[in-house]
């Protein structure tokens, strides 16, 4: 895996932690008005598998994921890439969304590398 300054560390963990917390707060009202959450539901668990992931690299916590679950997450992950990148693309120079969405493109980036080091790929 490429060096990772801390603070690209720290970022990027913290990229993920709020992902995963606009992530819930979706789902469970989502699930109060009866929407189908298969999609996000998807979506939240490769954000726990990559976080994970990343915590396993770069600080040895040990994760309870398997082999198939990490290798689904990686595609969720990949999959999350095209519209994130269009948001990016629209966002206006300098702002506060452009400089977010830079920091979720790097820890997505950077979780799909761990991933593929932890399974060999």
């Given amino acids: 895996m ?3 300054s801390d603070v690209e560390k720290l ?10 917390s606009k ?5 469970a009202q989502m699930t109060m ?5 298969t999609l996000t539901t998807k ?3 490769a954000l726990y598998i990559g976080l994970a992931t990343l915590e396993y690299v770069w600080n040895k916590r040990s994760h309870q994921y398997n082999q198939e679950e990490i290798e ?5 992950l990949a999959g999350l890439f095209p519209s994130i990148k269009s ?10 969304q452009k400089t977010l969405l830079q920091r979720r493109i790097k ?10 080091e932890q399974l060999g790929s």
């Fill in 33 to 37: 008005k009866g929407a189908n959450i």
């Fill in 11 to 20: 970022e990027s963990i913290k990229s993920f932690q709020s992902t995963i």
């Fill in 23 to 27: 992530l819930e707060n979706a789902n």
């Fill in 43 to 45: 979506r939240l668990k």
């Fill in 87 to 96: 948001s990016y693309d629209k966002a206006r120079e300098g702002s506060p």
């Fill in 2 to 4: 490429e060096y990772v």
């Fill in 107 to 116: 820890s997505l980036e950077l979780a799909i590398q761990a991933i593929d």
């Fill in 72 to 76: 689904a997450a990686r595609n969720v």
